[in-house]
């Protein structure tokens, strides 16, 4: 997959001389409705013979246009991830358009002049609820006026479950109430966090649960605070593990948000290494115990707990 940085305005000779079917949208999570409409973008491009773009943005537009900080937005996935799942897709060309304040000043027209059709889109696909522009003058409506002619326009309908709209904001809303496996259900794939492992206060060794202390990017959305049973990948190998989201208030309030994953049978130094965490499955809410032994025996029962819980995913 080839990938385009556009930042406006763009020089046209960063611009592929060939006809493409164009996918647009912002496509955060990449989840189970953004997949049917790049999907639907990939069977058009096989039919006429074209190599399959989409066009999404390098930030939120709200960051722009509502001036939320750019560190306090929050991502269900990173660029990379994005990336990633877009080469899944088959995705030939995927453009990542600087969501700049010159950008965001461009009238509708100028948007489908610039951007779909001098990127030589021969076909532009989108969701039923696509802007690019103030949706009352900038929806996928007004695009075939817009087009003159010059490119097909596909919309896809909206794509359901269990009768409602599959969508970025219902994903954050399970993931607040720490329902993974509807989340799993809506993305199609389970949600997984990218992270780098970091020296920790080491207070999970001396309890007898060596944690692996996880820090994530600002920007990255977590699951509701919690433990998990998760999978984490090391070195390209995937283990089974218990994760914990919170701030460790049994040793003292006001700490800072940690990221931790104790790794059953896993007694490797994994200091400096880059590692996702899946999270498959919300065990309990973060509890303040009495003491150090307390706490280790809830910890002993989570292990039982997230080794019932693969087992039992194995057996299905």
């Known amino acids: ?6 930042h406006h305005p763009y020089e046209p000779n960063q611009i592929p001389n060939e006809e493409v079917v164009m996918v647009l949208g912002f496509f955060d ?3 189970k409705g953004h997949q049917k409409v790049i999907e639907t973008g990939k069977k058009i491009a096989e039919e006429k013979g074209l190599k399959l773009a989409v066009m999404t943005f390098n930030q939120h537009p709200s960051i722009v246009f509502q001036k939320v900080l750019p560190e306090n937005m929050k991502y269900l996935t990173s660029l990379e991830q994005k990336e990633r ?6 995705v030939d060309i995927l453009y ?3 969501f700049t304040s010159a950008f965001a000043q461009l009238k509708p027209q100028d948007f489908v002049d610039q951007y ?3 990127l030589n889109s021969a076909v532009a696909v989108s969701g039923f609820d696509y802007t690019y522009g ?3 003058i900038a929806g996928v409506k007004q695009l075939p006026t817009y087009a003159q002619g010059r490119f097909e326009v596909v919309t896809v309908p909206k794509e359901e479950m269990t009768g409602a709209k599959i969508s970025s904001t219902r994903i954050r809303e399970k993931m607040e109430a720490g329902e993974m496996e509807e989340v799993t259900e809506l993305l199609g794939y389970i949600y ?5 492992v970091v020296h920790g206060d080491a207070r999970g060794r001396l309890l007898g649960f060596p944690t692996a202390n996880v820090k994530v990017k600002s920007t990255v959305r977590l699951p509701r605070i919690g433990v998990y049973a998760v999978q984490i990948e090391v070195g390209g190998k995937w283990y089974v593990g218990m994760g914990s989201i919170g701030h460790n208030d049994t040793f003292g309030e006001g700490r800072d948000l940690t990221v931790e ?7 490797q130094d994994i200091y400096g290494e880059q590692v996702v965490v899946r999270w498959n499955h919300y065990l309990r809410d973060q509890v303040k115990f009495n003491g150090a032994e307390a706490l280790i025996d809830q910890l002993k029962q989570d292990e039982r707990d997230t080794a019932d819980y693969f087992q039992q995913s194995e057996d299905k």
């Open 29 to 31: 999570g990449v989840h």
């Open 85 to 90: 799942l877009m080469a899944n897709l088959g």
């Open 192 to 196: 997984e966090t990218e992270g780098t």
């Open 134 to 136: 103030p949706k009352e």
């Open 261 to 267: 994953v104790y790794i059953l049978d896993f007694h």
């Open 116 to 118: 779909i059709v001098n």
């Open 1 to 6: 997959m080839q990938v385009i940085q556009l």
């Open 96 to 98: 990542i358009v600087e």
